[in-house]
């Protein structure tokens, strides 16, 4: 299973937006409903921060938003803020009870 | 809270064996599957492995397919990773991993801090 496609790095002034791509096939992101976002910073564990494409866990400011259109989806920061510096995976199911993530993609706040 | 706490890593030699442990509480342990995810110093994160929550059915990538096991015990609110063979490119910090079904489809919503696994001669 080969690791879905990721920009390495994005970049934002404070207050703008920025829009991370994740691209897979028709046999992961393509073929379910599945994609899920995950936050980490430096030395830390990830975080979840969207789930079945653009759905939210509780908690999470509503700056971030996901969308999916055929094979790539798409994770928008809105209002970036000093603390949304990081890296960011996407992941998908790929059938088979197997997962696959993102390439990772590093966001700077200029 | 709610937390998952790994234990067990740390230097072994090639071809050698280490066994990892995670430690849940805050949640009912037994109604959740549990994954394992690695990352690589600098690199990024890799599905490894996946148990349900009632321990019958395991999954792996072809990375540690008959390499690593799986395993829960309920009783104890604990899961473990066996990894035999190991290779140097096994060396990783090493996640376990809640899979949110049935609230959160698909994704993993729990995550410990992770142990170093470092395989090297």
């Known amino acids: 299973q080969s690791a879905l496609t990721q920009p390495p790095s994005a970049s934002g002034s404070p207050g703008q937006s920025v829009t991370i791509s994740c691209t897979g096939t028709?046999?992961?992101?393509?073929?379910?409903?599945?994609v899920s976002w995950y936050q980490q910073h430096p030395g830390k564990a990830p975080k979840l921060m969207i789930y079945e494409v653009n759905k939210r866990p509780s908690g999470v400011p509503d700056r971030f938003s996901g969308s999916k259109s055929g094979n790539t989806a798409s994770l928008t920061v809105s209002g970036l803020q000093a603390e949304d510096e990081a890296d960011y995976y996407c992941s998908s199911y790929a059938g088979s009870n197997k997962w696959v993530f993102g390439t990772g993609t590093k966001v700077t706040v200029l | 809270q709610v937390q998952l706490v790994e234990s067990g890593g740390g230097v072994v030699q090639p071809g050698r064996s280490l066994r990892l442990s995670c430690a849940a509480s805050?949640?009912?342990?037994?109604?959740?599957?549990i994954h394992w995810v690695r990352q690589a110093p600098g690199k990024g994160l890799e599905w490894v492995a996946n148990?349900?929550?009632?321990?019958?059915?395991?999954y792996y990538a072809d990375s540690v397919k008959g390499r690593f096991t799986i395993s829960r015990d309920n009783s104890k609110n604990t899961l473990y990773l066996q990894m035999n063979s190991l290779r140097v490119e096994d060396t990783a910090v090493y996640f376990c991993?809640?899979?949110?079904?049935?609230?959160?489809?698909?994704?993993?919503?729990?995550w410990g801090q992770g142990t170093m696994v470092t395989v090297s001669s």
């Open positions: 991993v809640r899979d949110g079904h049935p609230e959160i489809q698909y994704a993993f919503d729990i």
């Open positions: 805050g949640f009912t342990f037994s109604s959740y599957g």
């Open positions: 028709s046999s992961d992101v393509g073929g379910y409903n599945s």
């Open positions: 148990i349900w929550d009632d321990g019958r059915n395991k």
